[in-house]
């Protein structure tokens, strides 16, 4: 017989993981952009076929997969695997090939094929990042940040919390 307190103690254990898991990330806390936005301002800043878009902070995966529903070849970078995971199987479920995402931290990336970034991290990150963009982008790339902004960037357009920055 299996010690009851054997099977608690593994199930707390696999609870934290994924609390831990789910939550993991201090550059930004999982608050997901509302839908009915998403894609006019992904129109508006540029994705379409064959453009290559990357979501830093992916959460869920719902603007990764906008972004692949317009034809974009689209990525997604995500700390938390259980988010990860959540994200790929609903690119599955929608046979989206042509969206991917990838655990790991977007400090240790570089983004140079990148035609559009969208970035909805704390002020923190912004500007850790802002620097990290200028450099690795190539000209003509666009970034769109949502309620935290680059402090010495010019952005071209604005709408709401969202605002366009073109490399």
């Known amino acids: 017989m299996v010690d009851p307190m054997l099977i608690i103690s593994l199930i707390v254990l696999i609870m934290s993981f994924l609390g831990l898991s789910w939550f993991a990330g201090s550059d930004a806390p999982y608050i997901p952009t509302q839908v009915r936005k ?46 990860v995971w959540l994200s790929r199987a609903k690119a599955s479920s929608l046979n989206l090939k042509n969206a991917q995402f990838f655990h790991g931290n977007i400090f240790d ?17 912004v500007d850790r990042l802002e620097k ?31 605002w366009m920055y073109r490399v």
């Open 38 to 83: 998403i894609k006019s301002l992904l129109t508006l800043a540029g994705v379409k076929k064959n453009k290559v878009f990357y979501e830093l902070g992916s959460g869920d995966g719902r603007v990764v997969i906008e972004a692949a529903k317009l034809k974009a070849i689209s990525f997604g970078i995500e700390q938390s695997w259980l988010r």
């Open 109 to 125: 990336r570089n983004f140079y094929p990148a035609d559009i970034v969208y970035i909805y991290l704390l002020q923190k990150a």
């Open 132 to 162: 990290k963009l200028k450099k690795e982008l190539k000209k003509g790339a666009v970034v769109i940040t949502q309620t935290y902004h680059f402090k010495s960037w010019k952005p071209y357009k604005k709408i709401n919390q969202f």
